[in-house]
């Protein structure tokens, strides 16, 4: 099952593997990872299965800046959409004036090797089907159904 957390306690030396996992090489990781989280004001930490398969970050830079970091997701899931969930679960409580700018550190080229050759096959998520109920809705003349 398909678990996504807000602020769940995670142990930095988890992250490292994740971060290992998805290709990021670093001296010192879990120390540089522990000093990332602590100066974050949320992270979201996905789990599937029990197992760590996406992770995010955002810090607030003041009143109207807040940025995200590190929303990466296990090199299985990168054609899923769960990137973008992360990214949206970290800033849906963003004010109407806030600025919001997003950094992978893929996108950035700094930490991350070129990507294989081979792609593993991603993962993708059915859809809900339109007739599934998503609790009670207005109908055009304003009635509940």
């Not at 602020?7 to 879990?30: K, V």
């Not at 979201?44 to 197992?51: A, E, P, S, Y």
């Not at 973008?84 to 963003?94: K, S, W, Y």
């Amino acid at each position: 099952m398909l678990e996504l957390e807000r602020n769940s306690p995670i142990e930095a030396e988890t992250l490292r593997e994740f971060f290992t996992r998805c290709g990021w090489q670093a001296s010192e990781a879990t120390a540089k990872l522990e000093w990332a989280l602590a100066a974050s004001d949320e992270w979201v930490v996905c789990k599937l299965d029990g197992q760590l398969v996406g992770f995010g970050r955002s810090c607030r830079l003041d009143a109207v800046n807040r940025v995200v970091f590190d929303a990466l997701v296990d090199p299985r899931f990168n054609e899923s959409g769960l990137r973008g969930e992360i990214v949206r679960l970290l800033t849906e409580n963003a004010g109407r004036l806030e600025k919001v700018s997003v950094y992978s550190e893929r996108q950035a080229g700094l930490l991350f090797p070129p990507p294989a050759q081979e792609e593993p096959q991603p993962v993708r998520f059915q859809t809900a089907s339109s007739r599934i109920y998503l609790g009670r809705q207005r109908t055009p003349s304003g009635d509940d159904e």
